[in-house]
């Protein structure tokens, strides 16, 4: 159980952690199964930066420059690949008022000292010459226009991490929608994260279609911070397809006003945030809505927007070293799950729910709760009651085999052949003179040999495998083509010792085996010692 890279695996682990439960909270959620998505989770703010000139006619000419930083959106997105792809709602980085009027109305106020408020309305002045300036200011741009104005959309990003990250990183606009609740899809401004990427939540490729299916929502009601973390509520899907409006919600057991309730946390700042199923942990959708209603875009769109802006989702090694983390945690192997959240941390330092689990893990590890911790008690531990002595009787009767099996295999060694079998009877007995016997060789124990150099596949080259003999010694010959041959072991070749008739120091005398049983036969040896066989056939 040392590998899981799989959503799957970490589903299995949660049902295990969660079998407890009693029946009459059966239709509550199981917190773990949110971690997949929580640390892909950001909060995103767009902001429209208007630079305009007023060009001021009335008396003296005069160039009135203001910029103004207006906010346009908020709320929350989900990373969906490494490199820091993010999907929202267009709502959340576009706003369908004109930013150009509320700036037209704030420096011609400031400006002129007339009272004007400052929103998105055009209004009129008293005075017909400045209503006339005013009304020139407006967009859309005019020949006679006495405004200039430039906006550009500024958004920025918070990711969930700790310490909280109070500037945040820039990010573009790739795909936006003709409506508020349609998807859109952003990209950071350069890189915003390690060499390892950033967290990412995992898609589903279909939404439950049962009635009642749990589901969970989550997302940031402000910028992140440690008094201030992600917030995760429970939510049901009805029944049906999405349609124009989106899926809605409805308790099952009619305890809860879903809508109402999830409309709220839509204002608070959960708009865009995901929608998670239950079982797997996956991305099902995106909240919508607000007020006393709430649905989700289905997760079918939120695929064709990110094929249409050519992003394509992924999941990053933090994602699958922190599933595997996961695992470990939500199955209370806490002891195994403290190495895996020290690893997700070594790959993305700011994690903040690897950072919790780990503080919980190091806490309970090697603690009755550690399951780890009970199965090497478990194994060790011998049942009450249980008698020792079969064991005893065991291991007595284990090692009196073992002795009287070694002894047999004594003895039979220590047995010798007979050394002399009688010739067959004949002439050539009585007339032959005894035939002096050879004693028996010593058959050396077999010892660990270096390891054998590769085989060369030369031509012409020798290949001999020994059993129970010596390694033959051997000499040179023609280049490339070594030849192996036998010394006498009798047979000295040191100055000053006698060689055999017909040879000469140095040389090398061809050693003679029994053709029966393979021994070493002496030079007069006419009969093999041990088996008998002649020496010439």
Known sequence: MRRFGSALAVLGGLSLAIAGVAPALAHE?????????????VRIEATARVDITLLDHIGELMHVERSYEVPIGSGT?????????????????????????YAANKIFAAHHKVKIPDDFERHKLKDDQLNHHLQECYPPKQPTATCIIDVTTEITVFPNIAPADKEGFKAEIV???????????????????????????PLATTVPAKEGSPVAVAGFTGRPAANLPETVDIAHLR????????????????????????????????LGGPVIEDKKGEVVGLLLGGGKDARM?????????????????????????????????????????????????????????????????????????????????????????????????????????????????????????????????????????????????????????????????QADSTVVVGRSFPALPKISSTPGQPVLVARDPGHNTSPGHDTAPGTKPGDTVAQKYCTGCGMRLGPAHSFCGYCGQPAKT
């Open 77 to 101: 997105g989900t990373v969906i690949n490494p490199d820091g792809g993010m999907v929202t709602l267009t709502g959340v980085v576009k706003t369908d008022r004109d930013v150009r009027i």
């Open 239 to 270: 029944a049906g397809g999405a349609g124009e409006g989106g899926r809605q919600f409805k308790d099952p057991e009619s305890k809860v006003d879903e809508p109402e309730k999830l409309g709220a946390l839509v204002d608070r700042g959960l």
């Open 297 to 457: 875009l289905g997760i079918r769109e939120v695929t064709k927007a990110l094929a249409e802006a050519d992003v394509a989702p992924a999941r990053g090694p933090i994602d699958a070293a922190f599933e595997q983390a996961l695992t470990r945690f939500h199955t209370h192997y806490y002891g195994d799950a403290v190495p895996a959240f020290q690893r997700v941390l070594e790959l993305y330092p700011g994690h903040t729910v690897a950072a919790a689990h780990l503080k919980t893990a190091q806490a309970k590890r090697g603690t009755a709760e550690d399951e780890a911790t009970k199965r090497a008690s478990a194994a060790t531990d011998l049942p009450q009651g249980t008698p020792l002595w079969p064991f005893l009787v065991g291991g007595g009767l284990l090692v009196l085999a073992v002795l009287t099996t070694a002894i047999l295999l004594w003895r039979r060694g220590s047995q010798d052949p007979d050394p002399d079998p009688e010739p067959e009877p004949g002439p050539a007995a009585d007339t032959r003179p005894p035939v002096p016997t050879a004693p028996p060789i010593p058959i050396p124990r077999p010892t660990q040999t270096p390891p054998r150099p590769a085989f060369d596949e």
């Open 175 to 201: 795909r936006t929608g003709d409506r508020p609740d349609s998807p859109a899809v952003l990209r950071p401004v350069g890189r915003a994260d390690g060499s390892a990427g950033l967290p990412t939540a």
């Open 29 to 41: 959620h199981p917190s773990g199964i949110t971690d997949l998505v929580t640390p892909a989770v």
